[in-house]
């Protein structure tokens, strides 16, 4: 199916005959760029990689990840998406598809041989792309999606990081820019410059370098703080050109332990007020300057409680409701997983899920994923960190969010997570190539189950 241009005319995204375009998608997490809640396993991805690799070999290693790329997301996963209304998907990519920190600079072909195979199979269902650098050599934040083992973000010291980021979009920006089924280019997700000072540099670089290229395609730039904060542009020249400044909208009572909405989290009302007021300070920036909004990112999880699932679904209706109200695009996180966000679900009885079920419930046990994740089974662990914190430090507050998530970073999500990591690997130990295929295949639409509640929310609000 052809699809036009899309840019940018004041506060809204058109044609190329003027016409309106609200974009409304889903984001591909978990594809080109794993993340630990998603497809089940601890940490962050290189090292998950290299477990895998060390107790696989290299034929078993290859053919998990030959099948797991195309098993994740195919033919069926569009035309699923597309019977929902759906007609955009961001696709996160991890630098490592496309370099090695080994050979930094030297571009490998795989990288964008998987994007145009799912990009031209979206298209053939009247799907946009947006292509969203979600990991970034040196890390542009301090947590595990931009594959950062650590809770430092090197990128933003190193000129060498920024440097090979500028050679990919340039790359990218030559291989793509005649294709008017991308609809634009995602630079950076939820950048993190504990400054502030050097991201509104480096976007103004970086757009120089790809309009040198390329003109046509529409920017999105993901705001400071994990796309929530753009006090980083205040005094600043004027909105770059054909460029949307996009936030990202998760609602507290849809991402903690809350048991009701409307109703109390952390001691805070929320009703569909609240939200509302939420993401007007997170937009502000736009309907100051005029520009089109595209919320990037925003969606509940869900709760082992399936009883849960009403109130998670008003939420949802809600932000969506809120969303068409102010003329906002935007990307439901996420398409698929194993069970916590997706649209669709590997099931609970497939080989990969089987093989390592008892690891995630460890996992939720221990609170070692910060997404989904609970810090209650290890109150005996953090209750004395915590106490010696308010004695020693109690004015301790790190970028980005303080005293209490930097604690359970250093403590839940990398020191424990790490241990846990070996132990994931030593599933896969004698995985045969046959085998490996098979556990990837897990992940076939076709071997998925919906979850047809998010399902019908979504079909009845695209279809009002």
Same mark, same amino acid.
């Given at each position: 199916?052809?699809?036009?241009?899309?840019?940018?005319?004041?506060?809204?995204?058109?044609?190329?005959?003027?016409?309106?375009?609200?974009?409304?998608?889903?984001?591909?997490?978990?594809?080109?760029?794993?993340?630990?809640?998603?497809?089940?396993?601890?940490?962050?991805?290189? $090292?998950? !990689?290299?477990?895998?690799? +060390?107790?696989?070999?290299? %034929?078993?290693?290859?053919?998990? &990840?030959?099948?797991?790329?195309?098993?994740?997301?195919?033919?069926?996963?569009?035309?699923?998406?597309?019977?929902?209304?759906?007609?955009?998907?961001?696709?996160?990519? $991890?630098? !490592?598809?496309?370099?090695? +920190?080994?050979?930094?600079? %030297?571009?490998?072909?795989?990288? &964008?041989?998987?994007?145009?195979?799912?990009?031209?199979?979206?298209?053939?269902?009247?799907?946009?792309?947006?292509?969203?650098?979600?990991?970034?050599?040196?890390?542009? $934040?301090q947590h595990w999606h931009s594959d950062n083992p650590t809770h430092i973000a090197d990128f933003w010291t190193h000129r060498h990081f920024q440097d090979r980021v500028v050679h990919l979009w340039e790359a990218l920006a030559e291989h793509f820019k005649d294709r008017p089924e991308v609809a634009g280019y995602n630079p950076m997700n939820e950048p993190s410059d504990p400054t502030g000072a050097v991201l509104p540099v480096f976007y103004e670089r970086l757009e120089k370098a790809i309009r040198a290229i390329d003109n046509r395609h529409v920017l999105f730039l993901d705001g400071n703080k994990y796309s929530t904060d753009f006090s980083f542009l205040d005094g600043r020249a004027e909105p770059l050109p054909n460029t949307v400044y996009t936030a990202h909208d998760y609602a507290l009572p849809g991402i903690t332990s809350a048991t009701a909405y409307p109703g109390v989290t952390r001691g805070e009302h929320f009703d569909r007020g609240v939200v509302e007021q939420t993401f007007l300070r997170r937009t502000e920036y736009m309907r100051r300057t005029g520009t089109p909004i595209w919320i990037g990112e925003f969606g509940p999880v869900y709760s082992d409680d399936r009883s849960q699932d009403s109130w998670r679904y008003q939420l949802l209706r809600d932000q969506l409701e809120i969303y068409r109200d102010h003329g906002a695009s935007w990307a439901l996180w996420t398409y698929k997983d194993i069970g916590l966000q997706g649209l669709v679900c590997a099931r609970p009885d497939s080989p990969y899920v089987e093989l390592i079920a008892d690891l995630v419930e460890r996992k939720k046990r221990l609170g070692v994923d910060s997404w989904g994740g609970s810090d209650v089974g290890v109150r005996d662990i953090l209750d004395p960190i915590d106490a010696a914190f308010d004695a020693e430090f109690p004015d301790f507050a790190p970028w980005p969010w303080g005293r209490q998530p930097h604690i359970a970073t250093l403590v839940r999500h990398i020191l424990l997570a790490e241990p846990l990591a070996e132990q994931f690997g030593d599933r896969f130990a004698g995985v045969d190539p046959a085998q490996a295929r098979a556990l990837a295949a897990s992940f076939r639409f076709d071997e998925t189950v919906e979850r047809s509640g998010l399902s019908d929310v979504l079909r009845s609000h695209l279809t009002a």
């Open positions: 199916m052809a699809l036009d241009w899309i840019r940018v005319d004041g506060t809204r995204l058109v044609d190329e005959s003027g016409t309106t375009v609200t974009l409304s998608g889903v984001g591909l997490g978990g594809w080109m760029n794993m993340e630990n809640f998603i497809t089940g396993y601890p940490g962050n991805e290189e $090292n998950i !990689r290299r477990v895998m690799l +060390d107790r696989m070999g290299r %034929e078993a290693y290859d053919a998990f &990840f030959d099948e797991f790329l195309v098993a994740f997301f195919d033919e069926a996963d569009a035309a699923h998406l597309a019977s929902l209304g759906i007609n955009s998907v961001r696709i996160p990519f $991890n630098y !490592r598809h496309f370099e090695d +920190d080994a050979a930094p600079f %030297e571009l490998k072909q795989s990288g &964008f041989a998987q994007l145009d195979r799912v990009v031209t199979l979206l298209a053939r269902h009247g799907i946009y792309s947006i292509l969203d650098l979600h990991a970034l050599p040196g890390r542009q $934040n």
